[in-house]
């Protein structure tokens, strides 16, 4: 891992200010002017007013008091000014963090209700934790957290524990640094920008707990940072692979695609890293619509607690459930862990993870299929049906007719199910995506009403196990947005633009240097998949991440993992943004 802690001061004084900060100057310029001029007219107002009021009062006082008297008994008092914009008042920076979720295990203890335990069960598993981040343009790394996220007792309250002593990733910076003016180069006036790595090997401890990164700001603003976990088994019956990216905690969380169907098992695991206590409540939506069911609301979470509910307790038989998460208090993470077993054929394992609130559009890029002879011999098979490559819509509020399309390197395919669905009101559908060629594909959803989509691939063939991946739908990548990657996994970017984009792709290397910048261009409605292993330079060190900047169009991104035990999916969702400040409104 690369660190530099000290490049002198944070600014050099010869240094021409940038495009951006000479815009800012105008800007207070402007407003300056703006308020002295008001100021001005103000004052050369009372100016005039004060001969005028000198003789009124020679005139006679007796008279003004009288008019004044009459005047206020039918004339009501004016209001006084008050300027009600809001305006932000300034706020320190605060720590960015984000949830990592815990590697599958098996449930046990769940007779006491859905709450469970968990217990690892395969020989070969193996989990590890992948941490990227930058410095600022000074060479100066941001202080970062690695901390567990302890799971309340089967039945618990959220009343016990705490999260777990931080691991340090990189080292805490003094507070006039996190809180100081933003640094635009180094000590000798050039800027610097480097990366510190961190692979930590089963991070969430022997239980396999959620775990937390905390990177602290660094200027008064966050720099580009991202985590992702991965886990592989070989044997048991978590046999499989999952990669999964580290996200914000939020208030809100949609969960698609859980199946709580015999043979399979589907666990919510709900994460409070904030220094508040969390209270969750939770809206199901089955085939059939709105699945009501004691236990789903006024779920507790303490400060640094997980718990895990057993969905199956909740709603049983569903092919394919929706879960909608809110909290008050604290905000949360929540993912899914999902496995199943085909009589005793292992079926694979995926954490499913937030994808897009409810929206008229949706886009899921990175999903992975077989060949259409593969998925059909899988499908084939007894038991296997519901197992192929598919599309998982819910409709939360409004009944909606969506019409689904596959994109892949040469644009749009062709469906054989025609791709239009009609969704009931406040209930899920799969539409299977059966013909596809082997390849990575974008999935795009238009409706005439809000949707929650997600999709599903597939890796494996007939008479042996299977993996499934869990694609989530996710925004535009914004103009910058560090993406980490799985440590030892063959990973792939997969871009998508509607109307044809750019972007700008830089390494970052394990030793901690940034490679050479590359333009990749996306042309309209095409999938472009760049491998991470394309990116290496030559030399020895290999690459953990890429800054991805936005060059031109708007442009939808996410990575997929392939292994000999299976692939997986994860989002690349846009950069959680620092907050400098809240409205506030002055009025009455």
């Not at 960015?96 to 815990?102: E, L, N, P």
């Not at 969750?280 to 789903?296: I, N, Q």
Request: net charge negative; glycine share 14%; with cysteine.
């Amino acid at each position: 891992m690369s660190q530099n802690q000290d490049h002198g001061p944070s600014q050099h004084p010869e240094q021409e200010p940038t495009r951006g900060q000479r815009k800012g100057q105008r800007a207070a310029e402007a407003r300056d002017r703006k308020r002295q001029a008001a100021l001005e007219a103000h004052q050369r107002g009372m100016v005039r007013k004060a001969p005028v009021a000198a003789g009124l009062a020679g005139a006679g006082v007796v008279v003004l008091v009288a008019a004044a008297v009459t005047a206020g008994s039918l004339v009501p008092p004016a209001a006084p000014q008050v300027d009600g914009t809001a305006v932000p008042a300034a706020l320190n920076a605060v720590p960015a963090q984000s949830v990592c979720a815990g590697p599958p295990r098996l449930p046990a203890g769940a007779e006491d209700g859905t709450d469970t335990q968990f217990s690892p069960v395969s020989t070969s598993a193996d989990s590890r934790l992948t941490s990227v981040l930058l410095s600022d343009l000074a060479g100066r790394f941001p202080g970062s957290t690695l901390a567990t996220l302890p799971a309340t007792t089967p039945g618990g309250d959220g009343g016990d524990g705490g999260a777990g002593e931080p691991q340090e990733l990189t080292a805490s910076q003094p507070e006039d640094l996190q809180q100081g003016t933003p640094a635009t180069s180094g000590a000798d006036g050039v800027p610097v920008r480097e990366a510190a790595v961190a692979d930590i090997a089963s991070p969430g401890g022997e239980a396999g707990e959620p775990t937390a990164v905390t990177v602290e700001p660094i200027g008064g603003q966050a720099t580009p940072s991202d985590a992702v976990s991965l886990y592989s088994a070989a044997d048991g019956d978590l046999a499989g692979t999952d990669a999964s990216s580290c996200t914000a905690p939020a208030h809100d969380h949609w969960l698609a695609g859980a199946t709580t169907t015999v043979g399979s098992t589907a666990v919510l695991v709900l994460s409070n890293p904030s220094a508040s206590a969390s209270t969750v409540d939770l809206a199901l939506h089955g085939a059939s619509g709105p699945v009501e069911a004691p236990g789903t609301s006024g779920i507790v979470l303490a400060p640094g607690q997980s718990r895990s509910i057993v969905l199956g307790g909740l709603a049983p038989d569903e092919e394919h459930l929706a879960v909608h998460v809110t909290a008050q208090g604290g905000a949360v993470g929540a993912t899914v862990q999902q496995h199943r077993l085909f009589g005793i054929t292992p079926g694979g394992v995926e954490v499913i993870q937030p994808t897009a609130a409810p929206s008229r559009s949706a886009v899921l890029p990175g999903l992975v299929v077989p060949s259409a002879e593969a998925a059909g011999a899988v499908i084939g098979q007894d038991g296997y049906e519901q197992a192929g490559p598919a599309v998982l819509l819910a409709a939360p509020a409004a009944g909606a007719t969506a019409e689904i399309t596959v994109s892949g390197p040469d644009g749009p395919m062709e469906l054989p199910a025609g791709g239009v669905v009609d969704v009931e009101a406040g209930s899920t559908l799969r539409f299977p995506l059966d013909g596809l060629d082997h390849d990575v594909y974008t999935v795009t959803v238009t409706a005439d009403a809000p949707l929650v989509a997600s999709a599903r691939g597939l890796s494996g063939q007939a008479e042996g196990p299977v993996d499934l991946s869990s694609v989530s739908a996710v925004g535009p990548l914004g103009l910058e947005r560090l993406v980490a990657r799985p440590t030892g996994a063959v990973a792939n970017l997969v871009l998508y633009s509607d109307a044809g984009g750019a972007v700008e792709i830089t390494p970052v290397l394990s030793d901690g240097s940034l490679g050479e910048s590359r333009v990749r261009e996306l042309g309209p409605e095409s999938t472009r998949a760049v491998a991470f292993d394309d990116l290496e330079d030559g030399d020895d060190a290999q690459v953990a991440g890429a800054l991805l900047e936005t060059a031109e169009g708007q442009v939808h991104a996410g990575v997929d993992v392939r292994g000999e035990q299976g692939i997986s999916a994860y989002p690349v969702v846009p950069q959680q943004q620092q907050v400098s400040g809240v409205p506030v409104r002055v009025g009455y």
